[in-house]
Structure formats: structure tokens, C-alpha cells
Nanobody, 120 residues
Framework: QVQLVESGGGLVQPGGSLRLSCAAS????????VDWYRQAPGKERELVAR???????NYADSVNGRFTISRDTAKNTVYLQMNNLKPEDTAVYSC??????????????WGKGTLVTVSS
């Protein structure tokens, strides 16, 4: 069973920065896709950023240009660098991993999340 552990959340002022970490219990080379999702109070969970095993990254329109997803294979960790944070970025951020085990089947892994609060 793959475990994902997030860290790096906290309270930051608008315009500030945070870097979230998602540490995997296995080599991240064995995980085909790693995503960061977020869920704000009273809202649905939304996909924030995604990185594939070959390093390709995608972002939600709301964070494009402000957030950067990256990975360190030596540390088995995926990062989410968040710059120019806004109050609407306040949410619980969760790490998700997916490993394709066959053409038709995949296994999903979730972390427990880390809270990011953007407020003055």
C-alpha cells in the first residue's frame, strides 16, 4: 500500500508564498500520475495541478502562472510551489497518486491533506 504524506501548509498573508510537499512511501517513478487537489469549505474538490511520470505538468486556470508542480525522484517527493497567494486559495490541499496496473485498471492513493489559509 502506497502512503502519501503532505506537509507545508499554514497561514500566509495575501501575496505570500508556500511550498507544499507530498512524500511517497515508494519510488515516485512507480506512480504514473501525481495530482494536487484542494477543497474549500462548502465547495467541491478541484484539481489544482498534475504531473506525470515523464514530468509533464498541467494546471487549473485559477492557479496557472502562480503555482508550480515539480518532483524530486531522489527524495520521492512531489512539490507544489504556490506564489502570489490569494484568499480564494484557502483550502485543504491533498495529494493523489495513480498507478496504472493494467490497461483497464488503476490504483489510487490519497494523502490526508494539509490546510492552507490565506488571510491578513
Amino acid at each position: 500500500q502506497v502512503q502519501l504524506v503532505e506537509s507545508g501548509g499554514g497561514l500566509v498573508q495575501p501575496g505570500g508564498s508556500l511550498r507544499l510537499s507530498c512524500a511517497a512511501s515508494v519510488s515516485i517513478s512507480r506512480i504514473d500520475v501525481v495530482d494536487w487537489y484542494r477543497q474549500a469549505p462548502g465547495k467541491e474538490r478541484e484539481l489544482v495541478a498534475r504531473i506525470t511520470s515523464d514530468g509533464a505538468a498541467n494546471y487549473a486556470d485559477s492557479v496557472n502562472g502562480r503555482f508550480t508542480i515539480s518532483r524530486d525522484t531522489a527524495k520521492n517527493t512531489v512539490y507544489l510551489q504556490m506564489n502570489n497567494l490569494k484568499p480564494e486559495d484557502t483550502a485543504v490541499y491533498s495529494c493523489h497518486g495513480r498507478r496504472q496496473v493494467s490497461i483497464e485498471a488503476a490504483v489510487d492513493f490519497w494523502g490526508k491533506g494539509t490546510l492552507v489559509t490565506v488571510s491578513s
